[in-house]
C-alpha cells in the first residue's frame, strides 16, 4: 500500500491562477479529507467527503473547490488563488472504525 | 461549534525533566488523537483514546482521557531531545459530523 499520495510537493502559483491538488488513496477508506496548515494555527479543515459523490465543507472552504467521483480520488481545486492561500495543504483519509493516515503535504506558495 | 485548546503553545524542557500537555474540548468526544509532527513533515499518529480513562504508553510519552472532564493530557517522562517537535490534538465528534478538529499545537523543544 503507498497510502495517501499527494501531489505535487511543492508549488508556485501566481494570483489569479487556478491549479487542483492531488490526493489519491489506495486503501479503500471512505474517508476524506483536506486541511491546511498554517503557523500557530494547528490544521484547518477545508472541506470532507465521507464516500464517492458526497462532500461537505469545512471550517475554511471558501476559494476551494472539492469532488469525490471515485472512493481513491479526492482532488482540492484553487479556483483563483490569493496570497491568503499560501500554505501547507494535508490530506487525509480514514475507514470509519480507524485512525486517520496523512499525505506527506504539498507547500504552496501564491505570490 | 467544536473547540480544541492546547496548552502550552510552547514549551523548552532540559532533558530528563517531566512535563503534562494539556488538550481541552468543548462537547463530547468519540475519539482523541495525539500527533507529533517534526519540522517539514507530515503527522505521525501516536495515540488513538477512545473512552474514559483510558490511559496509552509508548516509550516516554503517555496519554489519558478524561471524557467527563473534556480533557486529555500527554506526559512526557525524563525527556531526551529526540522528543523535540510540534504535539498536536485532535478531537472528532458524531455531533458534528465526525469531523478532526485540531488544537493549535505544542511546540516543544528539549535542551541538552
Known amino acids: 500500500n503507498a497510502g495517501v499520495t499527494q501531489t505535487p510537493k511543492f508549488q508556485v502559483l501566481k494570483t489569479g491562477q487556478s491549479m487542483t491538488l492531488q490526493c489519491a488513496q489506495d486503501?479503500?477508506?471512505?474517508?476524506m479529507s483536506w486541511y491546511r496548515q498554517d503557523p500557530g494555527m494547528g490544521l484547518r479543515l477545508i472541506h470532507y467527503?465521507?464516500?464517492?459523490?458526497?462532500?461537505d465543507q469545512g471550517e475554511v472552504p471558501n476559494g476551494y473547490n472539492v469532488s469525490r467521483s471515485t472512493t481513491e480520488d479526492f482532488p482540492l481545486r484553487l479556483l483563483s488563488a490569493a496570497p491568503s492561500q499560501t500554505s501547507v495543504y494535508f490530506c487525509?483519509?480514514?475507514?470509519?472504525?480507524?485512525?486517520?493516515?496523512f499525505g506527506s503535504g504539498t507547500r504552496l506558495t501564491v505570490v | 461549534e467544536l473547540k480544541v485548546e492546547q496548552n502550552p503553545l510552547f514549551l523548552s524542557m532540559q532533558e530528563g525533566k517531566n512535563y503534562t500537555i494539556y488538550c481541552n474540548y468543548s462537547?463530547?468526544?468519540?475519539?482523541l488523537y495525539w500527533y507529533r509532527q517534526d519540522p517539514g513533515k507530515s503527522l505521525e499518529s501516536l495515540f488513538v483514546?477512545?473512552?474514559?480513562?483510558a490511559v496509552k504508553q509508548e516509550g516516554r510519552l503517555m496519554a489519558s482521557l478524561d471524557t467527563k472532564a473534556r480533557l486529555s493530557t500527554l506526559h512526557i517522562t525524563a525527556a531526551v531531545h529526540d522528543l523535540s517537535a510540534t504535539y498536536f490534538c485532535?478531537?472528532?465528534?458524531?455531533?458534528?459530523?465526525?469531523?478532526?478538529?485540531f488544537g493549535a499545537g505544542t511546540i516543544l523543544r528539549v535542551k541538552s
Open positions: 485532535a478531537v472528532s465528534s458524531m455531533e458534528y459530523g465526525n469531523k478532526l478538529v
Open positions: 483514546l477512545l473512552s474514559n480513562g
Open positions: 487525509a483519509s480514514r475507514i470509519v472504525t480507524g485512525g486517520y493516515t
Open positions: 462537547t463530547t468526544s468519540d475519539r
Open positions: 486503501m479503500n477508506h471512505e474517508y
Open positions: 467527503s465521507v464516500g464517492a459523490g458526497i462532500t
